[in-house]
């Protein structure tokens, strides 16, 4: 049966293999000599993201992978060995192993920037689902049989009603055709947006690889040059041996053959070879000769020997006279030299100073020049003209601390006050001036006069840091210095009383301690400045004025605060701006009577021009305002017409409320006062360095 079963049959018959337990093949096939391991060190299994997964074929084999790893390996040490042989080359050492407890740590060093990371790229990719639109689910019910059966005769549109019952079926055709038509649409417009976003990261791609193919060339660059530079190093070695090889070889030639002339000549002149005829010549004729003279000389030699002290001595004195004489010259034209030098160094170093100081002086005048265009385009051509000049706010010309159009003038209102009862007390007697100057009666005037005749809304009273630290003290603000009382008003006014460290402010005490020098009456000054700080800490009514003009008089006040001499921030300021009144031509009066009187010389004297006389101009009640602050700096501004009206106005103010003024003249008094100004306006403007521009403006 064996044989007639193996004669049917190719094959050797076996026994066949139990039904595998698991569902999926042996990946391995049958083979017996396989051992299993554990899964986790198999090859097809990857541990993490399946994003950058190994894809292992389904019919691939451990060996043939343990095969490829070796040989991957073997390749991968290969190179190594040759990295490690050319950096030994280029003698390029690697980083060594780290000692125990450390280890080495890769750092980005390459010239752009590159993310060091063992994670796959991943991105958040969104897709659009089918559209559908959601429709009501009707229910299907089937009623119940009800009521007994009966049957009839239908006639035509009985049964069945065309527009009736075709309505649900149009219904469905157009809705079905609209919510296709927009599904279409709505997938045209989201492959239009994926089109769009293909074309976006299209574009990114090139542009990444066009900045990676830059970089690559840079790099590739940079690696020809080294390789260059390593060629040049290594020819400009090779040079330095040959050089080197040369320069010894060039060294021993010439230490070997340097000294063969020498023992060649020496060696001849041993043998005979070389006689010296100049020797021979030399024994022959000369020494003879050369004896026979030395022998005559001798002789000559013992007859001057007697004579020769006597000659010595004379030649001796008569040379040394005469370069004596040649050294008194040498030195005298070295002398002359010397003094014509300096005196051409010093006549260059003068006009070389001279030079400078003229650039010097052309600078600032040039500076000046443009700082004074500058002035008048910022400060004067854009001021407010304005009528009514003593309904404008009279004010410190003081830069920093005014921010408005004013008009200014030394010392504010209250100096220009100071000035015209300084000149009145002069011309008044001593009866007058205890009738008149009394605080009560300069209080009640200058409380009337700012009340009724200063115009302006508010006036500013600048206040020194000394004050401002004794409002600190007292736990209250400048605002609420008119509102002091009881202990706390009587110490200021005692603060006020101290003229060396007190007053008001800076301006205050320079005016007090200059007084008497330019001719201001230093007492009246004194009682206006206390009779100003009796009224701001409202004094009683005995010594102040009335309790009602008073405080009318406080609401018109503005305190601000200046720093104290020294301190205060004036860089900023760049010049003083006078505003003038306006000079004209002088018109001569003549009659035909004095012409009759002039002699010939005024006629001959006449024939030639002459120099034109200039007057000021008539005052108009007008006045340029100027806001001495500016954006870049500032300017202190005084106006000439506008503080000479407010002490015309002043004395007119006096001359009508006082009668110890009644019979005062207003003008005559007004040119004192002017003239008191002019020299206090000087020596005020002479304590700033800063440039003076006058602007002639009425």
Excluded at 63 to 69: G, I, L, S, V, Y
Excluded at 197 to 226: C, G, N, T, V, Y
Excluded at 500 to 520: D, K, V
């Amino acid at each position: 049966q064996t044989q007639d079963y193996n004669s049917n049959f190719s094959a050797v018959p076996k026994v066949v293999s139990s039904k595998p337990k698991y569902k999926y093949k042996d990946p391995y096939g049958k083979d017996d000599n396989y051992i299993p391991q554990n899964i986790m060190y198999d090859k097809r299994v990857y541990r993490g993201t399946s994003q950058g997964a190994k894809v292992i074929s389904f019919h691939s084999k451990p060996e043939d992978m343990n095969m490829q790893e070796r040989r991957e390996r073997q390749r991968l040490a290969k190179l190594r060995q040759q990295e490690n042989a050319e950096q030994y080359t280029r003698r390029e050492i690697p980083t060594p192993e780290p000692i125990s407890g450390r280890q080495n740590l890769d750092v980005q060093t390459d010239q752009f920037v590159e993310e060091l990371t063992d994670k796959a790229p991943c991105y958040d990719i969104g897709s659009q689902t089918e559209f559908k639109l959601e429709q009501r689910v009707l229910d299907f019910s089937i009623p119940e049989k009800n009521g007994e059966d009966f049957c009839g005769q239908t006639e035509d549109g009985d049964l069945f009603i065309f527009d009736d019952d075709v309505e649900p079926i149009l219904q469905v055709l157009c809705g079905k055709t609209l919510e296709h038509a927009k599904m279409e649409v709505l997938e045209e417009e989201e492959l239009k947006y994926m089109r769009e976003e293909q074309k976006h990261f299209q574009k990114l791609r090139e542009d990444e690889i066009a900045e990676a193919q830059k970089l690559e060339a840079i790099e590739l660059r940079k690696k020809q040059e080294i390789e260059r530079r390593k060629q040049q190093h290594k020819v400009k070695k090779l040079e330095k041996i040959a050089a080197h090889k040369k320069f010894t070889c060039r060294q021993l030639a010439k230490k070997f053959f340097a000294p063969l002339t020498s023992h060649a000549i020496v060696s001849l002149k041993e043998r005979g070879a070389m006689i010296d005829s100049f020797n021979s010549q030399l024994q022959e004729n000369v020494v003879p000769w050369l004896y026979e003279k030395v022998n005559e000389f001798m002789i000559d030699d013992e007859l001057h020997e007697a004579n020769n002290d006597k000659v010595l001595i004379d030649f001796m004195s008569i040379e040394m006279q005469g370069h004596r004489s040649m050294i008194e010259k040498e030195h005298k034209r070295l002398e002359d030299e010397r003094i014509l030098a300096e005196e051409a160094e010093k006549q260059r170093l003068n006009e070389k100073e001279q030079r400078r100081l003229e650039r010097e002086r052309r600078r600032k005048e040039e500076e000046l020049r443009k700082l004074k265009e500058d002035i008048k385009e910022r400060f004067v051509t854009s001021g407010e003209p304005v009528e009514g000049i003593v309904a404008q706010e009279l004010s410190t010309p003081c830069a920093d601390l005014i921010s408005k159009s004013i008009i200014g003038a030394i010392g504010g209102p209250f100096a220009q006050i100071a000035l015209v009862l300084s000149v009145l007390k002069d011309t008044q007697s001593e009866d007058e001036y205890e009738e008149f100057y009394s605080k009560k009666n300069v209080a009640q005037f200058l409380i009337f006069y700012a009340i009724s005749h200063m115009k302006s809304e508010q006036f500013t009273v600048l206040m020194g840091k000394h004050i401002e630290a004794f409002m600190q003290e007292t736990d209250q603000t400048m605002d609420d210095i008119t509102k002091l009382t009881g202990p706390k008003a009587k110490a200021f006014r005692e603060l006020m009383k101290d003229r060396t460290n007190g007053m008001l402010n800076a301006e205050f005490r320079y005016l007090f301690s200059i007084a008497e020098e330019i001719g201001i009456n230093q007492e009246v000054f004194g009682m206006i400045h206390d009779v100003l700080a009796d009224i701001i800490t409202r004094k009683p009514k005995a010594k102040g004025g009335s309790e009602t003009k008073q405080d009318q008089f406080l609401k018109k006040i503005k305190v601000a605060t200046v720093p104290e001499e020294g301190t205060e921030d004036l860089d900023n300021c760049k010049a003083i701006v006078r505003i003038k009144i306006p000079m004209v031509e002088k018109k001569e009066e003549g009659s035909d009577e004095d012409s009759d009187d002039k002699s010939e010389d005024q006629e001959e004297g006449e024939d030639k021009k002459k120099e034109p006389v200039m007057v000021e101009s008539p005052i108009e009640d007008k006045v340029h305002l100027i806001n001495p602050k500016g954006t870049d700096y500032n300017i202190m501004v005084l106006h000439q017409a506008g503080s000479r009206v407010f002490r015309k106005d002043i004395l007119s103010s006096l001359k009508k409320i006082m009668p110890t003024f009644e019979d005062i003249e207003v003008d005559n008094v007004s040119k004192e006062v002017d003239e008191l100004v002019q020299k206090l306006e000087e020596k005020w403007i002479s304590r700033f360095e800063y440039p003076v521009f006058d602007f002639e403006l009425n």
